[in-house]
């Protein structure tokens, strides 16, 4: 079976923007949440809670969410692009970028693929300004989790800026980036991991021996 053709529905077959100013509000509005929220609560959460733990999983929390929500859902329904990756029955990796062709390629709202673009430019750039921050204040635990963030972000700003170039298939500088960028997300699965199963101390029994 070919993973090219299997789709539930068919790639650029969504509904053609309308003449209202956002046709697809509530996707719309899930683009933003998710990554604004994860900015807000790293700014401002230290007001509400010391706990660093609590802050950086629910932050993670976020960001997956935000990834997943812009990987499959908005890029495709807002500015018809998308991005995946499929294993051949040789046990190859490839990476596909896909933009919408012929007849539906400009069903696409102005105010939609502004929003869209914006928020994955912006946020993108604030998760650089902290990292930038994080360093200099040589705060390591802020920098792992801007770290985490970044990686994310730039994991779909890169699949979407490709998708927009028009290169449906690359295996050269570009996989071997996706590639790199995607060992990074297998380490943040990793981090969490760790953190939920981290074991707790034994308790501290003196040796007993033989007078």
Same mark, same amino acid.
């Given at each position: 079976?070919? $993973? *090219?053709?299997?789709?539930?529905? $068919?790639?650029?077959?969504?509904?053609?923007?309308?003449?209202?100013? *956002?046709?697809?509000? @509530?996707?719309?509005?899930?683009?933003?949440?998710?990554?604004?929220?994860?900015?807000?609560?790293?700014?401002?959460?230290?007001?509400?809670?010391?706990?660093?733990?609590?802050?950086?999983?629910? /932050? /993670?929390?976020?960001?997956?969410?935000?990834?997943?929500?812009? !990987?499959?859902?908005?890029?495709?329904?807002?500015?018809?692009?998308?991005? =995946?990756?499929?294993?051949?029955?040789?046990?190859?990796?490839?990476?596909?970028?896909?933009?919408?062709?012929?007849?539906?390629?400009?069903?696409?709202?102005?105010?939609?693929?502004?929003?869209?673009?914006?928020?994955? =430019?912006?946020?993108?750039?604030?998760?650089?300004?902290?990292?930038?921050?994080?360093?200099?204040?040589?705060?390591?635990? =802020?920098?792992?989790?801007?770290?985490?963030?970044?990686?994310?972000? /730039?994991?779909?700003?890169?699949?979407?800026? !490709? @998708?927009?170039?028009?290169?449906?298939?690359?295996?050269?500088?570009?996989?071997?980036?996706?590639?790199?960028?995607?060992?990074? /997300?297998? !380490?943040?699965?990793?981090?969490?991991?760790?953190?939920?199963?981290?074991?707790?101390? $034994?308790?501290?029994?003196? $040796?007993?021996?033989?007078?």
């Amino acid at each position: 079976m070919d $993973p *090219l053709s299997d789709d539930t529905i $068919p790639f650029g077959e969504e509904n053609a923007a309308n003449s209202t100013k *956002l046709p697809h509000p @509530c996707v719309t509005f899930f683009h933003l949440f998710f990554r604004v929220s994860a900015v807000l609560i790293y700014f401002f959460g230290r007001i509400f809670t010391e706990s660093f733990i609590t802050l950086f999983v629910l /932050i /993670i929390l976020l960001l997956s969410m935000d990834f997943w929500i812009v !990987k499959n859902i908005t890029g495709r329904i807002m500015v018809g692009l998308r991005w =995946w990756n499929y294993v051949d029955d040789d046990g190859v990796s490839h990476w596909v970028y896909e933009s919408r062709k012929g007849s539906v390629q400009h069903r696409v709202n102005s105010s939609e693929y502004t929003i869209f673009w914006a928020g994955l =430019w912006s946020v993108t750039g604030m998760w650089i300004l902290f990292f930038i921050t994080s360093f200099f204040s040589i705060n390591f635990k =802020w920098m792992l989790l801007v770290s985490i963030a970044l990686t994310l972000n /730039i994991a779909n700003l890169h699949g979407y800026i !490709k @998708c927009k170039g028009g290169n449906q298939e690359n295996m050269g500088i570009s996989s071997m980036a996706s590639s790199f960028i995607f060992q990074n /997300i297998g !380490k943040v699965r990793e981090t969490m991991s760790s953190l939920n199963n981290t074991p707790s101390s $034994p308790p501290n029994i003196k $040796p007993t021996g033989i007078v």
